[in-house]
């Protein structure tokens, strides 16, 4: 079975600029979840998304959106691109949502570096 | 706000040594405890898991360590190898809602 897989692995991009990134979460996973990761701030929870809809969402500027489509695959978008915004980010995927132990399956992350 | 405060930030062990990371909380709501293991380039992955209704889980040479009453868990690495250098993060979950990750902690295993 294929893992989460996520495009593109590396981007680099200037200061106010937007910037689409894309997850493909297992197939017949349902739940997306995005996260953050820096060396500062550590694994930080973006938001989460099942069934098209935002089911929650962390302590990020409106900057950050996403969405999710029928088929799963998920997009998150950030615009107005500023520096602190480089980082790795991490998709992962779960069956469903709302069961402590439902494991989520994290895909390799998408490096952006903003310049 | 830090939700789960991971200790220590880095770690040297020798083989065949114990490694020892702990973790402490303070939101009682947390119903599910996972540990991930993380190499450079890679995502992420579950290790190993707890819920806070048993006070000890082992697979194979990874065991959790868990005190209800003092919000605490603890990952023990046993006979540590060099392939286990890593970087670990504890996590606690309430209701299957977002994973609230501690900052990870880097260990190095020397041969």
Redesign the interface.
């Known amino acids: 079975k294929a893992g989460v897989t996520q495009t593109p692995r590396y981007l680099i991009k200037t200061r106010g600029q937007q910037v689409t990134l894309s997850c493909s979460p297992i197939s017949g996973h349902r739940s997306v979840s995005w996260y953050q990761q820096t060396p500062g701030q550590g694994l930080q929870f973006l938001f989460e998304y099942f069934s098209e809809t935002q089911r929650n969402k962390g302590n990020f500027p409106g900057r950050f959106s996403g969405r999710q489509f029928s088929n799963s695959r998920s997009e998150m978008n950030v615009s107005t691109l500023e520096l602190g915004d480089s980082a790795l980010y991490l998709c992962a995927s779960s069956l469903a949502p709302g069961t402590s132990g439902s494991e989520q399956f994290f895909g390799p992350g998408t490096r952006l570096t903003v310049l | 706000q830090?939700q789960v405060k991971q200790s220590p930030q880095s770690l040297i062990v020798q083989k065949g040594g114990i490694s020892i990371i702990n973790c402490a909380y303070e939101n009682t709501a947390f119903?599910?405890f996972?540990w991930?293991q993380q190499f450079p380039?890679?995502?992420?992955?579950?290790l190993i898991?707890i819920?806070p209704d048993v006070s000890e889980k082992k697979e194979g040479r990874f065991t959790i360590s868990f005190n209800k009453s003092a919000k605490q868990f603890s990952l023990h690495i046993m006979d540590s190898q060099p392939g286990d250098s890593a970087t670990y993060?504890c996590a606690a979950?309430?209701?299957?809602?977002?994973?609230?990750?501690?900052?990870?902690t880097s260990l190095l295993v020397t041969p």
């Open positions: 830090q119903d599910y996972p991930y380039g890679k995502g992420p992955a579950l898991a819920r993060f979950v309430h209701s299957g809602y977002a994973l609230n990750f501690g900052k990870g």
